[in-house]
């Protein structure tokens, strides 16, 4: 299937300066497509209000891009050799900028949804080329400084995604946040354009391929995602729509693996899956998803309900988590090369859960300055976990493979962030439920000192000319306001245990793969 197109260049061979600009267009791309998923998570309260929806609506904005970007990112090597790398990179580009103009211009949730859907169909190819152009471009010493790079599009566009977002929402409107894709759009095409050769067209593969296996793939995918998002606001089993999209679920991810692992023409090579360290990557990609698309998700949720931040004092405490990655990122790809790159994994795992460790301790009167120091430990563990990661995903892989390598290790990556995202809003709900409850049990018209905050905010109320029994009724809503504050609070907290010790448990998952060093990895695949 044109696998000589995936033949890395010689060890030896000098990168050119067009090579260079291909590869590092590549990466802006990537780095815009990841950056899409969460640059409208704090602005997404002035996008409801101006297409009138509701919060449980206005999920699928974020929710439409995933599911399609998800679906997108294992069909992309397939068809790059179909299209050419270079010409079906620079029409996604096109057709992404169209789309992501559109969503500026939407007006209403439906034709909204559609173009992010629309968008997040062309943006997610850009995520797998940039690490097969990588790995495909660039000769063996020059490889482990851009997986740093690609590495680094995959921790920093998640938290600096609010943090553009929330500025350009709060400087110029939200549909901005749309426009601003031009900017590295344009760059990526020129780049692209100039920096590729023109390949010849392979067409007859789309007669051979198996269309009943890429069927499946989109409908297991597209329903798992839609079922992971969706699940938390539709209650879960108790919704057809959730019974409906398990059962596709199911059926889609069965059939895609039934016939991908007994056809030889398959879109993607799922025998990939049996190489050991390249599974490891998978599930740490998949926890690590979790850990950057979760905390990317219910930090700014915190800040925004809790501590009543507007978008832009939400970035700038975002913005922590994402500045220091920029000065660590060369030293981390430096030692991937000398160090054992599962010591480095550890310690970047470690580090990662412990931020969020930190973040279990909250209060009601936690806000930004008190979340920096956590935002730096983080930053100082995501560049060791994704630097390795990408290295681990490559080790000893044929280069024919390259591109199913790179398809299924970005879809775990992202499919992880879905399922952390879900799990993580279907935990605040519950979990607020029950310490609610709890201090419900404790807060008690009988309990004296409940009973003397209820008084002192009734004489609060009445001091400021409204009547008794208005004023005790506002009184009661209020310590009703104190409770359901303090359970979010609680709920906040458990789920950055939850992250923690899901990042924590995949040090030990870590050491069950063999020594692996920046370079080496890819040195394994050229022989």
Same mark, same amino acid.
């Given at each position: 299937?044109?696998?000589?197109?995936?033949?890395?260049?010689?060890?030896?061979?000098?990168?050119?300066?067009?090579?260079?600009?291909?590869?590092?267009?590549?990466?802006?791309?990537?780095?815009?497509?990841?950056?899409?998923?969460?640059?409208?998570?704090?602005?997404?309260?002035?996008?409801?209000?101006?297409?009138?929806?509701?919060?449980?609506?206005?999920?699928?904005?974020?929710?439409?891009?995933?599911?399609?970007? %998800?679906?997108?990112?294992?069909?992309?090597?397939?068809?790059?050799?179909?299209?050419?790398?270079?010409?079906?990179?620079?029409?996604?580009?096109?057709?992404?900028?169209?789309?992501?103009?559109?969503?500026?211009?939407?007006?209403?949730?439906?034709?909204? %949804?559609?173009?992010?859907?629309?968008?997040?169909?062309?943006?997610?190819?850009?995520?797998?080329?940039?690490?097969?152009?990588?790995?495909?471009?660039?000769?063996?010493?020059?490889?482990?400084?851009?997986?740093?790079?690609?590495?680094?599009?995959?921790?920093?566009?998640?938290?600096?995604?609010?943090?553009?977002?929330?500025?350009?929402?709060?400087?110029?409107?939200?549909?901005?946040?749309?426009?601003?894709?031009?900017?590295?759009?344009?760059?990526?095409?020129?780049?692209?354009?100039?920096?590729?050769?023109?390949?010849?067209?392979?067409?007859?593969?789309?007669?051979?391929?198996?269309?009943?296996?890429?069927?499946?793939?989109?409908?297991?995918?597209?329903?798992?995602?839609?079922?992971?998002?969706?699940?938390?606001?539709?209650?879960?089993?108790?919704?057809?729509?959730?019974?409906?999209?398990?059962?596709?679920?199911?059926?889609?991810?069965?059939?895609?693996?039934?016939?991908?692992?007994?056809?030889?023409?398959?879109?993607?090579?799922?025998?990939?899956?049996?190489?050991?360290?390249?599974?490891?990557?998978?599930?740490?990609?998949?926890?690590?998803?979790?850990?950057?698309?979760?905390?990317?998700?219910?930090?700014?949720?915190?800040?925004?309900?809790?501590?009543?931040?507007?978008?832009?004092?939400?970035?700038?405490?975002?913005?922590?988590?994402?500045?220091?990655?920029?000065?660590?990122?060369?030293?981390?790809?430096?030692?991937?090369?000398?160090?054992?790159?599962?010591?480095?994994?550890?310690?970047?795992?470690?580090?990662?859960?412990?931020?969020?460790?930190?973040?279990?301790?909250?209060?009601?009167?936690?806000?930004?300055?008190?979340?920096?120091?956590?935002?730096?430990?983080?930053?100082?563990?995501?560049?060791?976990?994704?630097?390795?990661?990408?290295?681990?995903?490559?080790?000893?892989?044929?280069?024919?493979?390259?591109?199913?390598?790179?398809?299924?290790?970005?879809?775990?990556?992202?499919?992880?962030?879905?399922?952390?995202?879900?799990?993580?809003?279907?935990?605040?709900?519950?979990?607020?439920?029950?310490?609610?409850?709890?201090?419900?049990?404790?807060?008690?018209?009988?309990?004296?000192?409940?009973?003397?905050?209820?008084?002192?905010?009734?004489?609060?109320?009445?001091?400021?000319?409204?009547?008794?029994?208005?004023?005790?009724?506002?009184?009661?809503?209020?310590?009703?306001?104190?409770?359901?504050?303090?359970?979010?609070?609680?709920?906040?907290?458990?789920?950055?245990?939850?992250?923690? %010790?899901?990042?924590?448990?995949?040090?030990?998952?870590?050491?069950?793969?063999?020594?692996?060093?920046?370079?080496?990895?890819?040195?394994?695949?050229?022989?």
């Amino acid at each position: 299937m044109g696998n000589e197109n995936y033949l890395p260049p010689p060890p030896g061979e000098r990168v050119s300066g067009r090579t260079w600009l291909a590869v590092l267009a590549s990466l802006l791309g990537a780095f815009m497509a990841v950056l899409d998923i969460a640059i409208t998570n704090s602005s997404l309260r002035d996008i409801l209000g101006a297409l009138s929806a509701t919060q449980e609506e206005g999920s699928w904005i974020s929710s439409a891009y995933l599911v399609a970007e %998800i679906v997108v990112i294992p069909l992309a090597g397939f068809l790059s050799v179909v299209f050419s790398t270079r010409r079906y990179l620079v029409w996604n580009v096109a057709l992404f900028l169209l789309f992501s103009t559109l969503c500026g211009m939407a007006w209403s949730l439906e034709s909204m %949804i559609a173009f992010r859907a629309a968008q997040g169909f062309t943006g997610g190819v850009m995520i797998p080329m940039a690490m097969t152009l990588v790995t495909r471009k660039l000769p063996l010493k020059k490889r482990p400084i851009g997986l740093a790079l690609f590495g680094m599009t995959a921790t920093l566009a998640p938290t600096l995604g609010p943090t553009i977002g929330g500025y350009l929402t709060e400087l110029y409107g939200w549909p901005s946040i749309f426009y601003i894709n031009w900017v590295p759009g344009v760059l990526l095409m020129l780049g692209v354009s100039i920096g590729l050769e023109k390949e010849p067209m392979n067409l007859k593969l789309l007669r051979d391929v198996d269309w009943w296996g890429i069927a499946f793939m989109a409908i297991g995918l597209g329903s798992l995602t839609a079922m992971l998002e969706e699940g938390n606001a539709k209650d879960w089993f108790q919704s057809r729509f959730i019974i409906t999209a398990a059962v596709l679920a199911i059926g889609g991810i069965y059939g895609w693996a039934w016939r991908g692992l007994t056809r030889k023409n398959t879109f993607i090579d799922l025998h990939i899956l049996g190489r050991p360290s390249f599974l490891i990557a998978g599930v740490i990609a998949f926890t690590t998803g979790m850990g950057l698309y979760g905390s990317a998700f219910i930090l700014p949720l915190y800040l925004g309900q809790i501590a009543n931040y507007t978008p832009m004092q939400i970035g700038l405490v975002i913005m922590w988590m994402g500045l220091p990655q920029l000065f660590i990122m060369p030293f981390a790809a430096k030692l991937s090369t000398k160090l054992d790159n599962r010591v480095m994994m550890s310690l970047g795992l470690i580090l990662f859960a412990t931020s969020c460790f930190m973040n279990t301790h909250m209060s009601a009167d936690t806000a930004g300055p008190e979340l920096i120091a956590a935002q730096v430990v983080r930053a100082l563990g995501q560049p060791l976990i994704m630097i390795t990661l990408t290295n681990f995903a490559v080790s000893g892989i044929p280069p024919n493979l390259l591109p199913s390598a790179s398809g299924m290790f970005n879809m775990m990556r992202n499919l992880g962030g879905s399922v952390g995202i879900a799990t993580l809003a279907t935990l605040l709900t519950n979990r607020e439920h029950l310490h609610s409850a709890r201090i419900g049990e404790a807060v008690t018209m009988y309990d004296p000192a409940t009973q003397t905050r209820l008084d002192t905010l009734a004489q609060n109320f009445a001091s400021k000319g409204f009547d008794l029994t208005t004023a005790q009724d506002m009184a009661a809503k209020a310590l009703d306001n104190v409770v359901r504050r303090e359970s979010f609070v609680m709920a906040y907290n458990d789920a950055f245990l939850i992250l923690g %010790i899901a990042l924590i448990s995949c040090v030990a998952i870590v050491w069950m793969s063999k020594k692996v060093m920046g370079g080496a990895a890819s040195a394994e695949a050229a022989h």
